[in-house]
């Protein structure tokens, strides 16, 4: 029997639909629901309380990178604000393994911009600028 080692987290790839590029993000957050329950009491039975379950809750999705000038990612999100014109898109996540071949790959539905912001700028630290954008979605699928 062969022994298993769970995925790492530091190789992983961002497609988005409606954009032809790839895009390389320092990190991806906000793959995870929560399932709402509504409790339910029951007349006559007083020992405990029926939990019902109600629809799933999808956080937002954050992508954080490095800033990049000139972006058609950040054109797509400056629309959104500035002209008010929402187009939301699928975003294909792929984990990868050492051959830079999909381990899982989760697809967002329907995610458009939130948030955009830059990180603070300081000239006492020489770090690089980050920019963070924020998604919000109906739904994710495992594929």
């Known amino acids: 029997m062969s022994k298993y080692y769970p995925p790492l987290g530091f190789h992983f790839l ?4 409606n954009q032809k590029d790839e895009y390389q993000f320092q990190s991806v957050s906000g793959l995870s629901y929560n399932l709402g329950t509504e409790d339910i ?8 309380v029926h939990k019902l379950p109600l629809r799933p809750k999808y956080p937002n999705l954050v992508l954080k990178r490095g800033l990049l000038i000139d972006s058609e990612l950040i054109d797509w999100c400056r ?3 500035e002209d008010f014109s929402y187009s939301p898109t699928d975003i294909i996540i792929k984990l ?6 999909p381990l899982i790959t989760w697809n967002v539905i329907h995610a458009y911009p939130v ?7 300081n000239a006492e630290e ?14 994710f699928k495992i594929l």
């Open 41 to 48: 009491t029951e007349g006559g039975e007083n020992r405990f």
């Open 96 to 101: 990868l393994n050492e051959e830079h071949e």
């Open 14 to 17: 961002v497609e988005f639909a």
């Open 126 to 139: 020489s770090k690089i600028v980050i920019e963070t954008l924020e998604l919000t979605y109906n739904y």
């Open 115 to 121: 948030k955009w912001a830059v990180a603070d700028f």
């Open 79 to 81: 629309s959104s604000v």
